[in-house]
């Protein structure tokens, strides 16, 4: 329930922050085109695995999003993470299963408004050789650019399995705008 308090906070305070950049996101339209084109952006995070009936686990994570902008609104994206740690969970028949070094890949839709904000929207896969789990992720990032072709990317994610646990990952990643 904590986390859940903390994330709303946090999200509200990101919300907050449109009121400001609107002025910027004018400018960068101008200054971009139609903002359509290739991204790719490296993400260092955290990921806290939320498991019913066990303590919950902070993990350390990489990432890899590689997007295509059709505009300035609407994109695709294809988001990869990799968690660098070892924890068990508990699956669906309630055992407990070792999971080791997993794998996320999503296909997201993605919406920009608010003069940098990003909603991530979209199915994947958590690949991990004993277990694998199909999952639906929810996020918002924020684009802040550096200058025309380097941005940076705070980002919050939920993943919810369907056929297992969640999990809530938070980063930071540096993205080049191709």
Do not use: C
């Amino acid at each position: 329930m904590k986390l859940l308090k903390l994330a709303t906070i946090m999200l509200l305070g990101l919300l907050a922050l449109t009121s400001n950049a609107q002025q910027h996101q004018d400018e960068h339209h101008e200054s971009n085109g139609d903002g359509s084109g290739f991204r790719i952006a490296g993400i260092i995070g955290h990921t806290l695995v939320n498991n019913e009936g066990m303590d919950n686990v902070f993990v350390p994570s990489w990432g890899l999003d590689i997007e295509y902008w059709f505009n300035h609104k609407w994109g695709i994206g294809m988001h990869n993470d990799m968690e660098i740690e070892t924890f068990i969970i508990k699956n669906s028949e309630n055992e407990e299963v070792e999971r080791v070094n997993p794998l996320v890949f999503t296909i997201d839709a993605l919406y920009q408004f608010g003069g940098g904000f990003v909603v991530t929207l979209g199915p994947g896969i958590e690949l991990e050789k004993n277990e694998s789990f199909y999952l639906m992720r929810v996020g918002i990032e924020y684009e802040q650019d550096i200058n025309k072709s380097l941005y940076i990317l705070p980002n919050l994610f939920l993943d919810q399995r369907f056929d297992g646990y969640h999990t809530w990952n938070i980063g930071l990643g540096v993205g080049l705008k191709l």
